[in-house]
């Protein structure tokens, strides 16, 4: 699964590698490191407004909730979607098809296990570069305050090489999106088209390496980015 994402990059870094502009970029947030428990807006591009970036709630909210009280609840449970049940779970089924997004992030950390211990990874590009999460996202609209929310979940897949040695109880990973494979994902109609954009990653593109266990305690980092500074092998 994914529940902790690493987005620190500049506005401008991140507009240069999406070809696309902040509607708001006064507003970015940067995070070393972030759980989607706190669901934290997070800039997006959607198959909607593709020359756009906005900031959208982690925590998909389908539109036919019916209460701010039932909508807290949902979120908790829709901060990922499995590409194996995306297209028969209510909240997800339509947005699959008629709304995907990309999330741009500087990496993303998991768990191994090792015996009782969990212990935290940070999951980058090699190259450092910013690389795109494969999203699906909604508007919800609380009835009671008129308050518009716009919503996503990360789409997971099985997890590669490289994932299942990191995420070796769960071996899942969050679909990664080739540059390639960007303009099919957001825009493709046919099921026949999304579903190649949701397979595991290419071996080669991502590293893993332990980093500090105080992290598991911290839900928001901003400021202090030695957190993420290796503390154990790396692996490729």
């Given at each position: 699964?994914?529940?902790?994402?690493?987005?620190?990059?500049?506005?401008?870094?991140?507009?240069?590698?999406?070809?696309?502009?902040?509607?708001?970029?006064?507003?970015?947030?940067?995070?070393?490191?972030?759980?989607?428990?706190?669901?934290?807006?997070?800039?997006?591009?959607?198959n909607?407004?593709?020359e756009?970036?906005?900031?959208?709630?982690?925590?998909?909210?389908?539109?036919?909730?019916?209460?701010?009280?039932?909508?807290?609840?949902?979120?908790?449970?829709?901060?990922?979607?499995?590409?194996?049940?995306?297209?028969?779970?209510?909240?997800?089924?339509?947005?699959?098809r008629?709304?995907?997004?990309?999330?741009?992030?500087?990496?993303?950390?998991?768990?191994?296990?090792?015996?009782?211990?969990?212990?935290?990874?940070?999951?980058?590009?090699?190259?450092?570069?910013?690389?795109?999460?494969?999203?699906?996202?909604?508007d919800?609209?609380?009835?009671?305050?008129?308050?518009?929310?716009?919503?996503?979940?990360?789409?997971?897949t099985?997890?590669?090489?490289?994932?299942?040695?990191?995420?070796?109880?769960?071996?899942?990973?969050?679909?990664?999106?080739?540059?390639?494979?960007?303009?099919?994902?957001?825009?493709?109609?046919?099921?026949?088209?999304?579903?190649?954009?949701?397979?595991?990653?290419e071996?080669?593109?991502?590293?893993?390496?332990?980093?500090?266990r105080?992290?598991?305690?911290?839900?928001?980092?901003?400021?202090?980015?030695?957190?993420?500074?290796p503390?154990?092998?790396?692996?490729?």
């Amino acid at each position: 699964m994914c529940f902790t994402v690493s987005i620190y990059a500049s506005t401008h870094s991140i507009e240069t590698d999406l070809g696309a502009s902040f509607d708001s970029a006064e507003d970015y947030r940067p995070y070393f490191h972030v759980s989607g428990f706190v669901h934290p807006h997070l800039p997006l591009v959607t198959n909607a407004e593709p020359e756009q970036i906005q900031l959208c709630e982690w925590g998909l909210i389908p539109r036919w909730t019916k209460s701010f009280e039932a909508a807290r609840d949902i979120r908790k449970m829709t901060l990922n979607a499995r590409r194996e049940t995306i297209y028969e779970k209510p909240s997800f089924r339509d947005a699959i098809r008629k709304r995907r997004a990309l999330l741009p992030v500087n990496g993303f950390v998991e768990w191994r296990h090792e015996g009782t211990v969990k212990q935290p990874h940070l999951v980058r590009p090699i190259d450092r570069s910013i690389i795109t999460l494969g999203c699906i996202w909604e508007d919800w609209t609380d009835p009671a305050s008129g308050e518009a929310h716009r919503t996503f979940s990360i789409v997971t897949t099985d997890a590669n090489l490289l994932m299942s040695q990191v995420h070796n109880v769960k071996q899942r990973m969050p679909v990664v999106i080739a540059a390639s494979d960007r303009l099919p994902w957001l825009h493709a109609d046919d099921r026949e088209e999304i579903e190649p954009c949701m397979r595991p990653l290419e071996e080669g593109v991502l590293e893993a390496f332990p980093i500090t266990r105080e992290v598991s305690s911290i839900k928001v980092n901003t400021t202090e980015e030695q957190l993420l500074e290796p503390v154990g092998p790396i692996l490729t």
